[in-house]
């Protein structure tokens, strides 16, 4: 009994340690600001990778574009961020 309790502990810090990499990470290389002058092309662009993104199982760099893409109003980047929070996603 103990021995699975540690071995789920020692999952869940993997886990842990895992998430707080991929934060640091994302801060560091992935969080750059979008340019604010996007124009509709620029945007459809940019929504096309976080939909490539998002299909290949990158939640967090598909959150990171969507969210982006949200704040300025792209409506369709608006929906799938709303998707992502309601699967669990972001």
């Given at each position: 009994m103990l021995k699975t309790i540690v071995k789920a502990f020692d999952l869940i810090t993997r886990q842990v340690k895992f998430c707080l990499a991929l934060a640091m990470l994302c801060v560091v290389f992935g969080c750059a600001p979008l340019p604010q002058n996007n124009?509709?092309?620029?945007?459809?662009?940019?929504?096309?990778?976080?939909?490539?993104?998002?299909?290949?199982?990158?939640y967090a760099a598909s959150l990171i574009v969507f969210r982006q893409l949200a704040d300025r109003g792209y409506a369709p980047a608006q929906y799938n961020l709303g998707v992502m929070y309601d699967n669990g996603h972001g």
């Open positions: 124009t509709a092309t620029e945007m459809d662009t940019l929504y096309a990778h976080g939909l490539a993104a998002y299909s290949s199982k990158d």
